[in-house]
């Protein structure tokens, strides 16, 4: 894998590179909740896009927005599978003293996990794409009008030149 981490193309920081790293990183971070490093590091090097910019952006999942991103994910599931978004049953009381495990609130679990797993996928793969495409189109952007910004001080001789 060394020569493979040596091309230039992975460490130079260009608009189509960082565009495509930054753009890998969101896919997996928001697609996969384990080995998004390694999954983005791996895209970036077989697509030859900026692999220090697609390994930092699957930072967009961490403990802080884990939670949001994923409810999300599972409404947009719901919302696109058609599937009503029922307010959750609560819960059969757990008796006080237990001899028995109780079927019925295992039962309960076991169909809410359930319920979640195909909204979720479905959300999650939407919003993965969404996002991985429109920061790609948002860098290519957001770098156009910079390189526009200082050709444009570089002309009216604005003490305040962009090195």
């Not at 997996?28 to 952006?57: D, E």
């Not at 959750?88 to 003293?97: D, T």
């Not at 920061?135 to 156009?144: D, H, I, K």
Request: aromatic share 10%; glycine share 8%; net charge positive.
């Amino acid at each position: 894998m060394g020569p493979a981490l040596h091309h230039p193309r992975l460490w130079h920081l260009s608009r189509r590179g960082l565009a495509l790293g930054m753009a890998l990183g969101i896919f997996f971070g928001l697609l996969i909740p384990v080995a998004q490093i390694p999954a983005s590091a791996a895209a970036a090097v077989l697509l030859r896009a900026n692999l220090p910019a697609a390994m930092a952006s699957t930072l967009v999942t961490n403990p802080v927005t884990f939670g949001p991103v994923y409810y999300a994910a599972w409404r947009v599931g719901n919302a696109i599978l058609g599937e009503p978004v029922a307010e959750h049953e609560v819960p059969p009381e757990m008796p006080e003293v237990v001899v028995v495990p109780d079927q019925s609130w295992f039962d309960w679990f076991r169909q809410q996990m359930l319920g979640v797993g195909k909204p979720l996928l479905v959300g999650l793969c939407v919003l993965a794409t969404t996002f991985g495409v429109a920061t790609y189109f948002a860098v290519l952007w957001l770098w156009a009008l910079s390189v526009l910004w200082r050709r444009r001080r570089r002309r009216t001789g604005s003490p305040a030149q962009a090195h």
